[in-house]
């Protein structure tokens, strides 16, 4: 058996978490279609991953590029299309979601979900084994993806910490479809037979070469993933490749003695080497350690897949094709005449340091230069734990969680006045009035050393 079948891309874990390389300064702006792209998050195996930003709403994404000759070369289109296929399929609030695929003359381009926790492997490589509570919660959700591919036909085939993500409320997002399976590669006999999975976590039916199901082996790769988050370290694990596969094949392993009774026999259930023996997905939906302050989620939607976009992904049909567009950054903020200065009419008061009654909307002039504000907003903003988004002159800061009335999004925009002065002006664009109330102060004490005042 090969320990590693190579994989497509669209849905990795590289291509969706934004903890990666820092941005590289250049002067050109790139758009695809109605995105922007900005700094490479990482690399797959086909192609760099970039963070996008849709110009018409401000939201932010994650576009994987792949190179249609590179693709083509190596005779993958089918794979692609059937992992793409297979994520349009789902959509599930614990699994990386794909927006869109387009394509242009010789790139193909996947819209994904951006996620900005990171790997839960790295947590687990920081901070070791988690508390029996949160890797039962992280267990939870991990069911909860996993069950709702099943029922729309997907396998999954690959589970393991690497391929879990977080984002930024510690929600756990399941990615990296590339070596899934629909029952259409069935063969006669009902079951699987292609060899793929990672060492550590395939299962024992995988090992033996006579076929397998798609449920049972996912569901084995959720035991070993929930023994790693309560131990630490892997239930089967040997740098020698056969004495490895000779383990699992016998599901030779030690559970430790910190675990509780409920989830030893859990764990016992699933980690069976005999698939027809092995606990199945709706008993341990029921089983009591698993229950314990379980919220089934109830946003999942059945849909069916809509792959209209899939079909212009390796034609060369010139009118669906997408372009990409290069131009200069925007090397000055906007300037305002005196008719837009009037407009702002009693916000444009320079006497105070600002506006002492709060409002939705509020203005600050400065004498700093306008790249120096717009770096001072940054490090104010960065504390108060949001994410920020900088284009131009222009910044939008988003709330990592939900509020009263959902995330708290703050826009932001120098304007140029004269040479050396500069109107910012700070909005709420979406979220709870007295969030933004408490977000304002915080944020306009950090700025007290750039803000004009005069006299």
């Given at each position: 058996?090969?320990?590693?079948?190579?994989k497509?891309?669209p849905g990795?874990?590289?291509?969706?978490?934004?903890?990666?390389?820092p941005?590289?300064?250049t002067?050109?702006?790139i758009r695809?279609?109605?995105?922007?792209l900005g700094r490479?998050l990482?690399?797959g195996?086909?192609?760099?991953?970039?963070?996008a930003v849709?110009l018409?709403?401000?939201?932010e994404?994650a576009?994987?590029?792949?190179?249609?000759?590179r693709?083509?070369?190596?005779?993958?289109?089918d794979?692609?299309?059937?992992?793409?296929?297979?994520?349009k399929?789902?959509?599930?609030?614990?699994i990386?979601?794909?927006?869109?695929?387009?394509?242009s003359?010789?790139?193909?381009?996947?819209?994904l979900e951006?996620?900005t926790?990171g790997a839960l492997f790295?947590?687990?490589a920081?901070?070791?084994k988690l508390?029996e509570?949160d890797?039962?919660?992280?267990?939870?959700?991990?069911?909860?993806?996993?069950?709702?591919?099943?029922?729309?036909g997907?396998?999954?085939?690959?589970?393991?910490?690497?391929?879990?993500?977080?984002d930024s409320?510690g929600?756990l997002?399941?990615?990296d479809?590339?070596?899934?399976?629909?029952?259409?590669?069935?063969?006669a006999d009902?079951?699987?037979?292609?060899?793929?999975?990672?060492?550590n976590y395939v299962?024992p039916?995988?090992?033996a070469?006579?076929?397998?199901?798609?449920a049972?082996?996912?569901?084995?790769s959720c035991?070993?993933?929930?023994f790693?988050?309560?131990?630490?370290?892997?239930?089967?694990n040997?740098?020698n490749?056969?004495i490895?596969?000779k383990k699992?094949?016998?599901?030779?392993?030690?559970?430790?003695?910190?675990?509780?009774?409920g989830?030893?026999?859990l764990?016992?259930?699933?980690l069976?080497a005999?698939?027809?023996?092995?606990i199945g997905?709706?008993?341990?939906?029921?089983?009591?350690w698993?229950?314990?302050?379980?919220?089934?989620?109830?946003?999942?939607?059945?849909?069916?897949?809509?792959?209209?976009?899939?079909d212009?992904?390796?034609?060369?049909?010139?009118e669906?094709l997408?372009?990409?567009q290069?131009e200069?950054?925007?090397?000055?903020?906007?300037?305002?005449n005196?008719f837009e200065?009037i407009s702002f009419n009693q916000g444009?008061?320079?006497?105070?340091?600002?506006e002492k009654?709060m409002k939705?909307?509020s203005?600050f002039?400065s004498k700093?230069?306008?790249?120096?504000?717009?770096s001072?907003?940054?490090?104010a903003?960065?504390?108060?734990g949001?994410?920020?988004q900088?284009r131009?002159?222009?910044?939008?800061?988003?709330?990592t969680?939900?509020?009263?009335?959902?995330q708290l999004t703050?826009a932001?925009?120098v304007f140029?006045v004269t040479?050396?002065?500069?109107?910012v002006?700070?909005w709420?664009?979406?979220?709870?009035?007295?969030?933004y109330?408490?977000?304002?102060?915080?944020f306009s004490t950090g700025?007290?050393?750039i803000?004009?005042?005069?006299?």
């Amino acid at each position: 058996m090969r320990s590693k079948i190579r994989k497509a891309v669209p849905g990795s874990a590289k291509a969706a978490t934004g903890s990666t390389s820092p941005n590289n300064s250049t002067n050109m702006r790139i758009r695809v279609g109605k995105y922007e792209l900005g700094r490479t998050l990482g690399s797959g195996n086909y192609g760099k991953v970039k963070h996008a930003v849709d110009l018409e709403t401000g939201e932010e994404f994650a576009i994987e590029i792949l190179e249609k000759e590179r693709i083509r070369r190596e005779n993958m289109n089918d794979q692609i299309k059937r992992t793409v296929s297979t994520m349009k399929l789902v959509k599930h609030p614990n699994i990386i979601e794909l927006f869109e695929v387009m394509a242009s003359k010789s790139k193909v381009y996947f819209v994904l979900e951006y996620v900005t926790g990171g790997a839960l492997f790295s947590k687990i490589a920081r901070d070791g084994k988690l508390s029996e509570g949160d890797a039962r919660s992280y267990f939870q959700q991990l069911i909860d993806a996993v069950a709702y591919c099943h029922s729309r036909g997907v396998y999954h085939r690959d589970l393991k910490p690497e391929n879990l993500l977080l984002d930024s409320c510690g929600t756990l997002k399941v990615s990296d479809f590339g070596l899934s399976a629909v029952p259409q590669q069935l063969r006669a006999d009902g079951l699987f037979h292609t060899t793929c999975g990672t060492p550590n976590y395939v299962a024992p039916e995988i090992i033996a070469d006579k076929g397998y199901d798609g449920a049972k082996v996912d569901i084995w790769s959720c035991g070993v993933i929930l023994f790693v988050l309560m131990a630490g370290y892997l239930p089967f694990n040997n740098p020698n490749l056969m004495i490895l596969y000779k383990k699992i094949y016998k599901a030779e392993y030690t559970i430790p003695e910190w675990f509780s009774p409920g989830a030893r026999n859990l764990i016992s259930r699933i980690l069976t080497a005999n698939p027809k023996n092995r606990i199945g997905m709706a008993d341990i939906l029921q089983e009591p350690w698993f229950m314990e302050g379980y919220k089934p989620e109830e946003r999942a939607v059945t849909q069916k897949a809509k792959l209209d976009d899939l079909d212009t992904v390796f034609d060369d049909d010139l009118e669906r094709l997408v372009d990409e567009q290069r131009e200069l950054k925007i090397s000055r903020p906007t300037a305002l005449n005196a008719f837009e200065l009037i407009s702002f009419n009693q916000g444009l008061n320079l006497s105070s340091l600002f506006e002492k009654e709060m409002k939705l909307e509020s203005r600050f002039a400065s004498k700093c230069s306008a790249s120096e504000i717009i770096s001072k907003m940054e490090d104010a903003a960065t504390p108060l734990g949001f994410n920020i988004q900088k284009r131009g002159y222009k910044m939008n800061l988003q709330g990592t969680c939900d509020g009263t009335k959902g995330q708290l999004t703050i826009a932001i925009e120098v304007f140029e006045v004269t040479a050396s002065l500069f109107l910012v002006e700070v909005w709420k664009s979406e979220g709870d009035a007295l969030e933004y109330f408490k977000f304002y102060e915080k944020f306009s004490t950090g700025l007290k050393d750039i803000v004009w005042k005069i006299g």
